[in-house]
């Protein structure tokens, strides 16, 4: 019985070890930050952040081929956000985690959207972010109107790119960001000729995503 239950140990030792070698097993710790209003000192509740783990591949190696983990949040009244850590999560080695490990994503209507990866790769186990501990500048649309709409197209492009497709349909995880870029893109469009960033696109251009827009609704609300 002994030797049965010693095979077995050392199986699934060996298998852990077999993931973890080939970059399948990820940790990360915690994240924290603040986000105020560029030029002031007024934090920014609202701001909908968004913390992907992103693995990249392809042939250049930059290219979104699925997440480790994504995870939402909102800051509270004084503009401050957590993210928790998390691990062991294990994912297929479909790429590897590089700069987007994770991922920072920003946004809040009225103020240029902000992505931020890494600086660096790293080979680590336990990720962390070069951000954690920072605070983050939005600046407001009203300092650059001519530029909000096509940085917000842009940002809806990168969004498009990495829950969707090629970044394997990843959209439940990010309601609240997908309600709110939406909104923003239908009140932009109605006052100048853009490229449609809606719920409707979305559901339009991916069917193989089974896009459900009256879910996006019911849960991309954050409790006021």
């Not at 924290?32 to 990249?56: F, I, K, S, Y």
């Not at 930059?62 to 995870?71: D, F, T």
């Not at 680590?124 to 407001?140: H, Q, Y």
């Amino acid at each position: 019985m002994w030797r049965i239950v010693r095979v077995v140990l050392i199986a699934l030792g060996t298998t852990v070890l077999g993931w973890c070698a080939t970059n399948s097993v990820f940790f990360a710790k915690p994240i924290t930050g603040r986000v105020v209003e560029a030029g002031t000192p007024t934090p920014l509740p609202g701001v909908t952040v968004v913390a992907d783990w992103q693995l990249q591949g392809g042939m250049e190696g930059g290219r979104s081929m699925g997440h480790v983990a994504i995870l939402e949040t909102v800051p509270d009244a004084d503009g401050r956000f957590a993210f928790p850590g998390w691990g062991p999560r294990f994912a297929l080695p479909r790429g590897r985690l590089a700069d987007r490990d994770p991922m920072l994503l920003f946004f809040k209507a009225g103020y240029f959207p902000k992505s931020l990866a890494n600086w660096h790769e790293s080979a680590a186990w336990v990720r962390t972010s070069d951000w954690d501990g920072a605070t983050i500048l939005l600046e407001p649309s009203s300092r650059r109107p001519d530029g909000y709409a096509s940085a917000v197209q842009g940002f809806g492009g990168d969004v498009d790119v990495s829950f969707f497709y090629p970044g394997g349909c990843a959209w439940r995880n990010i309601p609240h960001l997908l309600l709110a870029l939406s909104q923003q893109g239908e009140a932009l469009s109605r006052k100048e000729t853009l490229p449609e960033t809606s719920l409707a696109h979305w559901k339009r251009v991916h069917p193989e995503c089974a896009f459900d827009e009256d879910y996006v609704r019911r849960n991309g609300q954050w409790p006021r």
